[in-house]
């Protein structure tokens, strides 16, 4: 079974940075695609980006070119560095491994304008 912790969420104000890291139990950690997601209040949770385990990244338009999605196989950590944040970016962000259906429990960022 796969556990998986989000951390560095927060409050931050528009423009700024954050990053997210999720470390995960278990030596499966390198064979799955990772990705993180995101739920906006009253909106459905969707796709922010994803890594496979050689490293190929996809990311949603909205973030493109502001977030970098990594991988650290050794320490069986996924990372989210944000950056230009803007209100629209307010969520709960989740790490899962999508293909095993394994998910974390979520971390709150809050951008203030």
């Known amino acids: 079974q796969v556990q998986l912790a989000e951390s560095g969420g927060g409050l931050v104000q528009a423009g700024g940075s954050l990053r997210l890291s999720c470390a995960a139990s278990g030596s499966i950690f390198s064979f799955y695609t990772m990705g993180w997601y995101r739920q906006a209040p009253g909106k459905q949770r969707d796709m922010v980006a994803t890594?496979?385990?050689?490293?190929?990244?996809n990311y949603a338009d909205s973030v493109k070119g502001r977030f970098t999605i990594s991988r650290d196989n050794a320490k069986n950590t996924l990372y989210l560095q944000m950056n230009s944040l803007n209100s629209e970016d307010t969520a709960v962000y989740y790490c899962?491994?999508?293909?095993?259906?394994?998910w974390g429990q979520g971390t709150q960022v809050t951008v203030s304008s």
């Open positions: 899962a491994a999508p293909e095993i259906r394994y």
């Open positions: 890594i496979t385990p050689s490293g190929n990244r």
